[in-house]
Structures are given as structure tokens and as C-alpha cells.
């Protein structure tokens, strides 16, 4: 089975809706090992970060991360280690607009 590790998704949201990072391609499974979450702003907001299982809707069962605040100028990085199967989506949210960016570090598993 090859492995390819990799930046799996990256995202600026631009407002505060739900922003996809990262969904995992058919015939694939993903281990995310690093989440980073940086607000690249003077001002602290909050964010959420969501796991949904085969494009489940976002909601607090699948939260990771629920309105979690993240000072200004500052980077949180979760250590995840997440295994996601193919059509499972990580979900971003930021609690202001053009606030936060998110990354997503780790491996795709193909067949």
C-alpha cells in the first residue's frame, strides 16, 4: 500500500461559514497528523474544526474543536493522528472574517 505524506488541505475562510479543509478521495484513507490553526490577526476569535463521517452534517457530535478561542498573532497546532476513510471531510470554521488559516498535515493510503 503506498503512503503519501503530504499537505492534505489548507484554508483561508473569508467568512464565518463552514469551510471545507480537506476531504479524503475514494479508494483512500488519510491519517491527519497535524492540524494547524493560525490567527493572523491583532484580535482573538474562536473556531471550530469538524470531522464528519462520510459528509455528515457538521454539528457538535462531530466537533473536535467547538468555539475554542485562539488569542491574536498567535498558532494553536493539534496533534490529531485522525483515520479517515474515503468521502470523510474535516470541516473549518472561523469566528471572524479573513481571521484564521487552517492547514492540515499527514498521509493518504492508497490500495
Known sequence: ??????????SAPANTNDANLYTVPANTQAIISTISV??????ATTFRIYTRINGAA??????LYFDAPLAGNSTLLVTA?????AGDIVTVRSG?????TFQAFGSEVTP
Not at 500500500?1 to 489548507?10: A, D, E, F, S
Not at 457538521?58 to 466537533?63: P, Q, R, T
Open 96 to 100: 471572524a472574517a479573513d481571521a484564521l
Open 81 to 85: 493522528g485522525l483515520s479517515l476513510n
Open 38 to 43: 493560525t490567527n493572523d490577526t491583532a484580535a
Open 1 to 10: 500500500m503506498p503512503i503519501n505524506y503530504k499537505i492534505l488541505g489548507q
Open 58 to 63: 457538521a454539528g457538535a457530535v462531530n466537533a
